[in-house]
């Protein structure tokens, strides 16, 4: 089945200390976004991409990156996490289409990442 | 600024007990409205995509209906396998804010009880 694949499921850093979630995807989807999600909140988005053009929520923290190496992968990296970056971090992939419309998102089953 | 917003924040079923969950938006110019249901520890699963007001969606037990201020999520005769959480999300048409993406609102966390 095409699905959206993250890994690890759950991850474990100390504050301070870099790390990097991936994404990867079999849908073949052009479009790919990173969302945090906290605690009976709603996915808060970071950024995506359209292919390999990044395009930057205005209010995502620059201790935020991102990578899209190919079409199949992307990386979420956080430079230095604070306790404030513990949360669930979900990938999600659409296909944009002529317009520059962007359909329905497909997302991963998330990460979880607790900062200590 | 696009707004939506979900009612009730959580809601409890007896099994069998249908029930309806609202999501009122406000979007410049509504592309389309998303519900998806999440299960805990878990990321959002699609559901539904209503594009245009008077239109209804159905789905097993689910039946998602729109108009051009809201749209409900119809649950009829629960069963405690629809416990999760609902989310709404809404599209704006494209705007020069490098695309249209989704705004989501806060979901209800739908309990059904056996």
């Known amino acids: 089945d095409a699905m959206v694949i993250q890994n690890p499921r759950y991850q474990v850093t100390q504050f301070g200390k870099p790390v990097t979630l991936s994404c990867s995807q079999t849908?073949?989807?052009?479009?790919m976004y990173w969302y945090q999600q906290k605690s009976s909140q709603a996915p808060k988005l970071l950024f995506h991409?359209?292919?390999?053009?990044?395009?930057n929520e205005a209010d995502t923290p620059d201790n935020f990156q991102s990578r899209r190496p190919n079409t199949s992968f992307c990386f979420l990296d956080i430079r230095s996490p604070g306790l404030g970056d513990a949360a669930m971090y979900l990938c999600?992939?659409?296909?944009?289409?002529?317009?520059?419309?962007?359909?329905?998102?497909?997302f991963g089953p998330g990460t979880r990442l607790t900062v200590l | 600024e696009d707004q939506v917003t979900q009612s009730p924040e959580a809601l409890r079923l007896q099994e069998g007990e249908s029930s309806s969950l609202n999501c009122s938006y406000t979007v410049s110019g509504l592309r389309g409205l998303f519900w998806y249901r999440q299960d805990p520890g878990k990321g959002p699963e699609f559901l539904f995509t209503?594009?245009?007001a008077g239109e209804e969606k159905e789905k097993e037990r689910l039946k998602a209906t729109l108009t051009k201020k809201e749209s409900f999520l119809h649950i009829t005769a629960p069963k405690p396998e629809d416990s999760a959480t609902y989310l709404c999300?809404?599209?704006?048409?494209?705007?020069?804010?490098?695309?249209?993406?989704?705004?989501f609102g806060g979901g209800t966390r739908l309990m059904v009880k056996p």
């Open positions: 849908l073949n989807h052009n479009v």
């Open positions: 999300a809404v599209q704006p048409f494209l705007n020069n804010n490098a695309g249209n993406m989704l705004t």
């Open positions: 991409y359209y292919d390999k053009d990044f395009n």
């Open positions: 209503l594009y245009s």
């Open positions: 999600a992939t659409s296909r944009r289409t002529g317009g520059e419309v962007y359909n329905e998102q497909f």
